[in-house]
């Protein structure tokens, strides 16, 4: 069936060096079919919708698209919204008025439950309708994709990010702790293992959401690479947790709560700080330090993946072909078809929402405080092209004269 109206393009939660490619390929490609009246970008997401605050995109030129995909963070805005049932008919209802016919939410795993709930609220109002989630989330967690847009930008910088931690503490032995994003997942902690080049370089110990943190076997952890190499560096997410899934940041101290309810992981270093004061004061090592990446990690202008740019666009592109041309809802998903390539695929929207993709047990080591060979390779090409490495000097010692 051939609906005739207009298309809306939102960007919801947390913005990524690339989720304007995405947005650009919806508009682009929408923008191509007769029966697409408008093309609107809702701004701040789901709440411009529910306030009617559109840009009309058919308006803009493609030249200044072509550079605002090359933009990072939301063109857009973005928001924190999660809207419930009654949020949702709002949605919908703006929608009618404004004969909306398609919509594209570029989000996460709730951005896809937002679309699922919208999409449910037209059937049994029998209004046609096409809703498509594009994949976007640092994380790397949503269900059925071989990882999702942003993540392997956010990769390349936590990568090129303990390199140089690295570097640091070979010229000045100790203990460095960098503390990465990450609730529930590990993927992009993990991605800090690229800087292992040599048999001594950091991180030599990898902490994910995905294992039980134990405080001792932490400190023992540290110890042992200490009194081997004479120094250590640390990769931690801030999401890592004990046994009973409670964050070890809230076993230790009241951090407070997002507007989700979530306990309040990112936008502090206080994990960093409360890690290194235990190897301070339990392994009585003193030149210890901590970093946290935090919001540096998902919209860095200088490190983005030319891989992540190109999937990034075709997802828009192929929602928009999904919805228009096959008259389909859904999810896209990003499919890894050989060493390297990928295909595109739509699920039920279902498959997607509201659910959390960890870590699994072959990308993590036995003892679980590294990564394994396997995480490497998969990572390994979606860094994209002229990915940095460093050296060592290899010229042999002097001789001493006295």
């Known amino acids: ?49 529910i306030n009617e605050n559109f840009l009309d ?27 419930d049932e009654k949020y949702c008919e709002e949605i919908f209802d703006v929608f009618r ?41 640092i994380d790397n967690d949503l269900m059925l994709n071989d990882h999702t847009p942003g993540y392997p930008s956010a990769a390349r910088f936590v990568a090129q990010s303990f390199i140089g931690l690295n570097l640091d503490n070979r010229a000045l032995p100790g203990v ?22 040599y048999p001594d370089d950091g991180p030599h110990l990898v902490y994910l959401p995905e294992r039980a943190f134990h405080m001792d076997k932490f400190l023992h952890d540290v110890n042992e690479v200490y009194n081997r190499l004479g120094r250590c ?21 009241d951090t407070g709560t997002d507007a989700h309810g979530n306990v309040q992981l990112s936008g502090t270093g206080a994990l960093g700080e409360l890690l290194l004061n235990q190897v301070r004061e339990k392994l009585n090592i003193h030149r210890v330090r901590s970093d946290t990446l935090g919001y540096l990690q998902r919209s860095f202008m200088g490190c983005v993946s030319d891989v992540d ?45 509201a659910k959390t993709k960890l870590m699994p047990d072959e990308f993590i080591n036995a003892s679980g405080n590294n990564v394994t060979d396997a995480f490497k390779y998969y990572l390994q090409p979606l860094l994209g092209t002229n990915m940095p490495e460093a050296s060592h000097l290899r010229a042999p010692k002097a001789e001493k004269i006295r």
């Open 1 to 49: 069936m051939e609906l005739q109206g207009k298309v809306v393009v939102a960007q919801g939660g947390g913005p990524t060096a690339v989720i304007n490619q995405s947005l650009v390929g919806v508009v682009l490609e929408s923008r191509k079919f007769p029966q697409i009246t408008k093309v609107y970008g809702a701004i701040n997401g789901v709440n411009g919708i």
């Open 57 to 83: 995109l058919t308006q803009e030129t493609t030249n200044n698209l072509e550079r605002v995909a090359m933009t990072p963070s939301s063109a857009l805005g973005s928001t924190r919204d999660k809207p």
């Open 97 to 137: 008025m404004h004969n909306v016919r398609y919509f594209f939410y570029i989000g996460g795993n709730d951005s896809a439950d937002t679309v699922r709930i919208v999409n449910e609220q037209a059937e049994k109002s029998h209004y046609e309708f096409r809703a498509i989630h594009i994949p976007k989330t």
């Open 176 to 197: 460095h702790v960098g503390v990465v994003m990450g609730r529930h997942a590990g993927f992009l902690t993990a991605a800090s293992a690229i800087a292992q080049k």
């Open 233 to 253: 560096v640390v990769a931690v997410s801030e999401g890592i947790q004990d046994e009973h899934g409670t964050p070890i940041l809230s076993t230790m101290m």
């Open 309 to 353: 740019q190109r999937e990034a666009r075709e997802v828009g592109e192929k929602a928009a072909q999904f919805a228009i041309w096959h008259d389909t809802d859904g999810s896209i998903t990003i499919n890894r078809t050989g060493f390297y390539s990928v295909d595109y695929q739509i699920h039920p929207l279902a498959d997607i929402a």
